[in-house]
C-alpha cells in the first residue's frame, strides 16, 4: 500500500530545493503526496533558522500536532533542515512527539531513518558534525550535497528549476547562523552540476537559477584545474533547450569584472544581480564581519554600472544591528537612493545563538526603532522601485510565463481569460490578461501600468493595418 507524506516548507530556495529532493527520493521508495497533515502517514517540516521569528512559528506548528500524535501514534513527524541541525535534542525536548531530526546534510538518510522507526529503534537523529568537532575536511564530509534524481512535478513550474552548485558558508557574517547549519563551502564538480542541468533541459526546464549562499565565490578544483562560476556558465551556456540562466546569491567581493563580462557576453545569462550589501554604515560593516567597506560597495556596483548597464541590482539589509545609531542607518537610506535597487529584502536584527554577534555584541536596538527603521527603509526602496518600473511604462518586455497569477480567478478551468505572471529576464514581475496555454512560453508583452513590484501589461500582437479593400 502506498504511503503518503505531506511536506512543509519555510526559508530560502536552498530549502526549496531540499524539499523536491527529499520528495523525489521518497516517491522511489512508494509515497505518494498529499496536501494537508491530516490525510498524511509522514508529516515533514522543513524548517529554516535564519531569524527567530521563523524558528517560533515552525514550534509553534509543531505544537498542534501534539493532538495528532497522540490520536494517531503511526503518524511519523520529521523535522528537517537548517533548525534540524541547530537545535538538535533540543527538538525533541520541546517537542518530544517528534520522531526524526534530519540536517539539510543528512537528508539523503531519511529513507533508513524511518525503516528504523518501523523496526522498533525508537527515535532517530542524523545531524552533521558542527564546525568545532574535527579538521575543516572532516566537518564538510558530514555535511553532504543532495542532488538525487529530478522529479520534474515537484516543482514550482516544470520550466523552472533551481541547481545547486555550492553548500555551506565560510563568510562567518558575525550575525549569520548559515556557516553553522549548513557547514563549510563546498562546490559541487562541474561534471555533476551539467549532467543535472542536461537532465533537466532534457525534462523541458527552460529557466535555471543556480544556487549558492555565496554562489559567484564558487570554486571547484580538480587536477585538471579550477573551475569558478564564469567558467560553469559558459559551459551551461551551450546546453540546448536552456533559455535563461540565474545565480543567487552573490557576495560583494567575489563580484568580478570576469563574472561581469561573461555574463554580458552570454545572451541567456541575466543581467539581474542579487548583492546584498547588509548596511550602509562601515562601523555596522565591520561589526557585522562583512569584509567590505561601503566604498569596495560601491566600486563593485560601478562596476556592474560600466559591464552591464542595463543590469538590475537587488540587495538585502539589516535594520538594528547592533550599536546601529540613527546615523548609520541613515546611511543605508543613502546606498538605497544612490545605487536604486530593484528591490531589497529588509530584516529586524535577530539575535541567533551560536553566533559571533550573539556571544560578543549586544542586542541595543529597541525593537520599536528596529520596526520603524524597517518600514523606513522599505517606503524609499518603494519608492525608488516605483519610479523605476514607471520608466518601463509603453516598453515592450520579454517574458518567461510561469503560470496563473495569484490574484488570478481559477474557478473555471476552461475559462478563456486568466491573469497571468511571469518574469523579465531581469526578474521583475510582470502579470497580464492570456490563458493557461501560454505557461512556459517566452512571451513580448507591453507594459501599461506599473507598482513597486509589479509590471502590468497586454501581450503585443502584430497590428494588422487595414487596408480598406
Ligand atoms: N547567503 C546570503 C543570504 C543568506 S540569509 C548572503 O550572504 O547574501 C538571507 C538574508 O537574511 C541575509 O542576506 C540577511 O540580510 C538576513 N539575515 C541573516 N541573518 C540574520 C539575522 N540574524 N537577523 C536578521 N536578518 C538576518
Ligand atoms: Fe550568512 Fe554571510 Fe554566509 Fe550569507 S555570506 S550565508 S549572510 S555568513
Ligand atoms: Fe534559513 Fe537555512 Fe536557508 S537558515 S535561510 S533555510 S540556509
Given at each position: 500500500?502506498?504511503?503518503?507524506?505531506?511536506?512543509?516548507?519555510?526559508?530560502?530556495?536552498?530549502?526549496?530545493?531540499?524539499s523536491?529532493?527529499?520528495?523525489?527520493?521518497?516517491?522511489?521508495?512508494?509515497?505518494?503526496?498529499?496536501e494537508?497533515?491530516?490525510?498524511?502517514d509522514?508529516?515533514?517540516?522543513?524548517?529554516?533558522?535564519?531569524?527567530?521569528?521563523a524558528?517560533?512559528?515552525t514550534?509553534?506548528?509543531l505544537?498542534?500536532?501534539r493532538?495528532?500524535?497522540?490520536?494517531?501514534?503511526?503518524k511519523?513527524?520529521?523535522?528537517?533542515?537548517?533548525?534540524?541541525?541547530?537545535?538538535?535534542?533540543?527538538?525533541?525536548?520541546r517537542?518530544?512527539?517528534?520522531?526524526?531530526?534530519?540536517?539539510?546534510?543528512?537528508?539523503h538518510?531519511?529513507?533508513?531513518?524511518i525503516t528504523n522507526i518501523?523496526?522498533?529503534?525508537?527515535?532517530?537523529?542524523?545531524?552533521?558534525?558542527?564546525?568545532?568537532?574535527?579538521?575543516?575536511?572532516?566537518?564538510?564530509?558530514?555535511?553532504?550535497?543532495?542532488d538525487?534524481?529530478?522529479?520534474?512535478?515537484q516543482?514550482?513550474t516544470?520550466?523552472?528549476?533551481?541547481?545547486?552548485?555550492?553548500?555551506?558558508?565560510?563568510?562567518?557574517?558575525?550575525?549569520?547562523?548559515?556557516?553553522?547549519?549548513?557547514?563549510?563551502?563546498?562546490g559541487?564538480?562541474?561534471?555533476?552540476?551539467?549532467?543535472?542541468?542536461?537532465?533537466?533541459?532534457?525534462?523541458?526546464?527552460?529557466?535555471?537559477?543556480?544556487?549558492?549562499?555565496?554562489?559567484?565565490?564558487?570554486?571547484?578544483?580538480?587536477?585538471?584545474?579550477?573551475?569558478?562560476?564564469?567558467?560553469?556558465?559558459?559551459?551551461?551556456?551551450?546546453?540546448d533547450?536552456?533559455?535563461?540562466?540565474?545565480?543567487?546569491?552573490?557576495?560583494?567581493?567575489?563580484?568580478?569584472?570576469?563574472?561581469?563580462?561573461?555574463?554580458?557576453d552570454l545572451?541567456?545569462?541575466?543581467?539581474?544581480?542579487?548583492?546584498?550589501?547588509?548596511?550602509g554604515?562601515?562601523?555596522?560593516?565591520?561589526?557585522?564581519?562583512?569584509?567590505?567597506?561601503?566604498?569596495?560597495?560601491?566600486?563593485?556596483?560601478?562596476?556592474?554600472?560600466?559591464?552591464?548597464p542595463?543590469?538590475?541590482?537587488?540587495?538585502?539589509?539589516?535594520?538594528?544591528?547592533?550599536?546601529?545609531?540613527?546615523?548609520?542607518?541613515?546611511?543605508?537610506?543613502?546606498?538605497?537612493?544612490?545605487?536604486?535597487?530593484?528591490?531589497?529584502?529588509i530584516?529586524?536584527?535577530?539575535?541567533?545563538?551560536?553566533?559571533?554577534?550573539?556571544?560578543?555584541?549586544?542586542?541595543?536596538?529597541?525593537?520599536?526603532?528596529?520596526?520603524?527603521?524597517?518600514?523606513?527603509?522599505l517606503?524609499?526602496?518603494?519608492?525608488?522601485?516605483?519610479?523605476?518600473?514607471?520608466?518601463?511604462?509603453?516598453?515592450?518586455?520579454?517574458?518567461?510565463?510561469?503560470?496563473?497569477?495569484?490574484?488570478?480567478?481559477?474557478?473555471?478551468?476552461?475559462?478563456?481569460?486568466?491573469?497571468?505572471?511571469?518574469?523579465?529576464?531581469?526578474?521583475?514581475?510582470?502579470?497580464?490578461d492570456?490563458?493557461r496555454?501560454?505557461?512556459?512560453?517566452m512571451?513580448?508583452?507591453?507594459?501599461?501600468?506599473?507598482?513597486?513590484?509589479?509590471l502590468?501589461?497586454?501581450?503585443?500582437?502584430?497590428?494588422?493595418?487595414?487596408?480598406?479593400l
Amino acid at each position: 500500500m502506498t504511503k503518503t507524506v505531506y511536506i512543509k516548507t519555510v526559508g530560502c530556495q536552498m530549502n526549496v530545493l531540499d524539499s523536491e529532493m527529499v520528495i523525489a527520493d521518497l516517491k522511489r521508495h512508494g509515497y505518494r503526496v498529499v496536501e494537508t497533515p491530516a490525510e498524511a502517514d509522514l508529516l515533514l517540516y522543513n524548517t529554516c533558522s535564519i531569524r527567530e521569528q521563523a524558528e517560533e512559528k515552525t514550534y509553534s506548528a509543531l505544537g498542534k500536532l501534539r493532538d495528532t500524535k497522540a490520536r494517531h501514534p503511526d503518524k511519523k513527524i520529521g523535522v528537517l533542515g537548517c533548525m534540524a541541525q541547530k537545535d538538535q535534542e533540543v527538538i525533541f525536548r520541546r517537542a518530544p512527539f517528534v520522531d526524526m531530526v534530519v540536517g539539510p546534510g543528512q537528508l539523503h538518510a531519511l529513507p533508513q531513518l524511518i525503516t528504523n522507526i518501523d523496526s522498533g529503534e525508537g527515535r532517530q537523529m542524523a545531524v552533521s558534525l558542527s564546525r568545532t568537532d574535527g579538521k575543516q575536511a572532516v566537518v564538510a564530509r558530514s555535511h553532504e550535497t543532495f542532488d538525487p534524481l529530478r522529479d520534474p512535478s515537484q516543482r514550482p513550474t516544470p520550466f523552472q528549476a533551481y541547481l545547486r552548485i555550492q553548500i555551506g558558508c565560510d563568510k562567518f557574517c558575525t550575525y549569520c547562523v548559515v556557516p553553522n547549519t549548513r557547514g563549510p563551502e563546498q562546490g559541487r564538480s562541474p561534471a555533476e552540476i551539467l549532467a543535472e542541468a542536461r537532465t533537466l533541459a532534457d525534462q523541458g526546464c527552460r529557466e535555471i537559477t543556480l544556487l549558492g549562499q555565496t554562489v559567484n565565490s564558487y570554486r571547484h578544483r580538480s587536477d585538471d584545474g579550477d573551475t569558478d562560476l564564469a567558467a560553469l556558465l559558459e559551459q551551461l551556456h551551450e546546453i540546448d533547450g536552456i533559455q535563461r540562466l540565474k545565480f543567487v546569491t552573490n557576495y560583494p567581493k567575489d563580484m568580478t569584472e570576469r563574472l561581469l563580462t561573461t555574463v554580458r557576453d552570454l545572451p541567456k545569462c541575466s543581467p539581474y544581480l542579487h548583492v546584498p550589501a547588509q548596511s550602509g554604515s562601515d562601523e555596522v560593516l565591520k561589526r557585522m564581519k562583512r569584509g567590505y567597506t561601503i566604498a569596495q560597495y560601491m566600486e563593485m556596483f560601478e562596476r556592474i554600472e560600466s559591464i552591464l548597464p542595463e543590469a538590475a541590482v537587488s540587495s538585502d539589509f539589516i535594520v538594528g544591528f547592533c550599536g546601529e545609531t540613527d546615523e548609520d542607518f541613515q546611511k543605508s537610506v543613502k546606498l538605497i537612493e544612490r545605487c536604486r535597487f530593484k528591490n531589497s529584502f529588509i530584516f529586524q536584527y535577530s539575535v541567533r545563538g551560536g553566533t559571533k554577534a550573539a556571544e560578543r555584541l549586544e542586542d541595543d536596538v529597541p525593537r520599536e526603532v528596529k520596526a520603524a527603521r524597517n518600514n523606513e527603509l522599505l517606503a524609499v526602496q518603494d519608492r525608488i522601485s516605483k519610479e523605476d518600473n514607471e520608466k518601463l511604462i509603453g516598453s515592450t518586455v520579454e517574458v518567461l510565463v510561469e503560470g496563473p497569477s495569484k490574484k488570478a480567478d481559477t474557478s473555471d478551468p476552461d475559462a478563456a481569460v486568466v491573469q497571468m505572471t511571469g518574469r523579465t529576464h531581469c526578474d521583475r514581475i510582470v502579470v497580464f490578461d492570456g490563458n493557461r496555454r501560454q505557461a512556459g512560453q517566452m512571451l513580448d508583452i507591453h507594459v501599461d501600468q506599473v507598482s513597486s513590484h509589479t509590471l502590468i501589461g497586454r501581450v503585443r500582437t502584430v497590428e494588422l493595418v487595414s487596408i480598406g479593400l
